[in-house]
């Protein structure tokens, strides 16, 4: 039960010195009480304050946010790609940095689950102290008390025969008495130790304090893990440029942003009284600890300052005393009484005596060593150290990475609203899609086509002029002829399957037909196309084959288009 190689001596880790100095205000923003007192509604208001201003950045934090995509949700604008992979890298990049601070904030949080269990084993050091107290205080009590009856009552029975030497029966009656008074003490002091400490079960608290803890743990894990999801699958998102996955992420980077900050503010308001906790943590524990015990026992066990006499101790003190007092009467019984008297029950009795005599001594040696403060102090002090120095070094590192990663899901949000808004094109073989945000049509995933430019008179071409627009653009459209086994094996494939699709076109038509006014009017303000340089070489080979032939290019390959 020696606190060998444990040092008794406590000083406030400087973080805690640091913390303890924030200034404490209320609401008029004056100074109050630095000191730890949780029942205090005064100081609850300080931490209160203390934590909104974490609290007071999310709501200013959302603001911006709302402004932003109010801004930017009906912005259609088409954005170069360059534009897009830059806000790709920028996000990819601010989602490896996010997952770094996820990291910190789980090393954190393992790092302040070992600072606990720390704690918790130095706090089942002390409830076996106190199991020992009561343990060895009901033995003195069994002892002194209820097994001690019937051999003083045997006792005191042989003592009753009648005897020559009247001056050696007073002195053994004196002894007798003296035994019986001084058991009595003995037992009064036992009951005295045990009582006090027989409500306080420091073995259920230590469990509800790891059941706590263990939650706490796995809690605090998943909360990290989820943000680090979030982080991993932005990168995947952002490499796969996927706008659905976009979306969807930069919904919970906004939630992993508000579940940040409001954990950094329970942080901050946990870490700032812990802090003020660790200044003095045997005043804390004695005065606001659910310990139902006398404060001053308290206060003296776990600081042992030995100002004035303990309650503990002096009951320890009486109870030696009265075991001494009955060692002696007992001595003096088991000298006289067995030349004076022939009782067959004496000996068992005076043997059952000095058998719970001895019994009551060994307890008391356990309870001197279970009783002394400096064993108490080093198992306390070994708590506060792991508590205030290790468990609050973790809990401000959780608050650092919890801040940091607020700030970078913020800026997540903002980079990701960005990029999903305005990826609204798609190319050849990607997975992007082509509909706007809020885009004006019939379903949300239709696809929208550029929307030309205004018309002068605000009515757009007629059903025929778009006809005869869509059978320019096929005449202008290059047709590569397939030749040889190519077009064979093409024909034997398609043939028969194409027969049950075969559409009615009607007969190709000898002469162009002329573009009417309309068609005219719409295709002068539509912006020319530059062909391909594979389709602009293919029109200057038609075109030199039209001079050798003296055939017009608008007479080949022309026919009226029926349906849209």
């Not at 869509?470 to 028969?496: S, Y």
Request: charged fraction near 20%.
């Amino acid at each position: 039960m020696g606190s060998a190689g444990v040092s008794d001596e406590y000083s406030p880790p400087r973080l805690s010195r640091l913390l303890h100095a924030l200034p404490h205000v209320n609401v008029t923003l004056h100074r109050v009480n630095d000191t730890f007192a949780p029942n205090s509604p005064i100081y609850l208001e300080s931490l209160g304050i203390l934590g909104s201003i974490p609290g007071a950045w999310l709501i200013l934090t959302l603001t911006v946010l709302l402004i932003y995509l109010l801004t930017r949700c009906c912005d259609r604008k088409q954005r170069p790609p360059r534009s897009i992979t830059a806000l790709k890298i920028t996000l990819m990049i601010l989602s490896v940095v996010c997952c770094g601070a996820i990291g910190v904030g789980l090393f954190g949080n393992d790092d302040l689950h070992n600072a606990v269990l720390q704690s918790i084993q130095a706090g089942n050091q002390l409830a076996g102290l106190v199991n020992t107290v009561k343990n060895q205080s009901s033995i003195l009590e069994e002892a002194m008390g209820s097994r001690a009856r019937a051999p003083l009552a045997r006792l005191a029975d042989a003592l009753d025969a009648p005897v020559a030497n009247q001056t050696a029966l007073g002195t053994l009656l004196r002894a007798l008495s003296a035994l019986r008074n001084n058991a009595s003490a003995a037992a009064s002091a036992a009951d005295n130790l045990r009582r006090p400490l027989a409500a306080l079960n420091l073995d259920a608290v230590m469990k509800r304090a790891w059941v706590w803890e263990a939650a706490r743990w796995a809690g605090g894990m998943a909360g990290w893990c989820c943000g680090g999801a979030v982080c991993v699958a932005l990168l995947a998102a952002a490499a796969r440029r996927s706008r659905r996955a976009l979306l969807l992420l930069c919904v919970c980077a906004l939630g992993a942003l508000v579940a940040c900050w409001a954990a950094g503010a329970l942080l901050t308001a946990g870490a700032v009284a812990a802090a003020d906790a660790c200044q003095e943590p045997a005043r804390a524990i004695a005065h606001y600890a659910p310990h139902h015990l006398p404060v001053d026992m308290v206060y003296y066990y776990l600081s042992c300052k030995v100002s004035r006499e303990n309650v503990l101790t002096a009951e320890l003190r009486n109870a030696q005393r009265a075991v001494v007092a009955v060692r002696q009467a007992l001595a003096v019984l088991s000298r006289g009484a067995p030349q004076m008297f022939t009782d067959p029950v004496l000996q068992p009795a005076l043997g059952a005596l000095g058998a719970g005599t001895g019994e009551a001594e060994r307890a008391l040696v356990s309870l001197s060593g279970a009783l002394e403060c400096r064993t108490a102090r080093a198992y306390f002090v070994a708590a506060a150290r792991a508590a205030c120095d290790g468990g609050l070094q973790a809990l401000s590192l959780q608050l650092l990475a919890a801040i940091a990663a607020g700030f970078l899901f913020t800026a997540i949000v903002l980079v990701d609203s960005h990029a999903w808004i305005y990826i609204n094109t798609k190319r050849s073989g990607g997975g992007e899609e082509q509909a706007p945000f809020l885009s004006s049509g019939s379903s949300a995933g239709s696809r929208s086509l550029p929307r030309p430019a205004p018309f002068p008179n605000g009515k757009p071409p007629s059903y025929s002029a778009a006809v005869q627009l869509m059978d320019l653009a096929d005449r202008e459209r290059p047709r590569w002829p397939a030749r040889g086994g190519r077009a064979c094996r093409a024909a034997r494939r398609w043939g028969e399957r194409a027969a049950g699709y075969a559409t009615v076109r009607p007969a190709r038509r000898t002469e162009p037909q002329p573009l009417s006014a309309a068609a005219l009017e719409y295709r002068s303000l539509q912006r020319p196309r530059r062909a391909p340089p594979a389709a602009a070489a293919h029109r200057r080979r038609n075109d030199r084959n039209d001079r050798h032939t003296h055939e017009p290019r608008d007479q080949r390959d022309l026919y009226a288009v029926t349906e849209l």
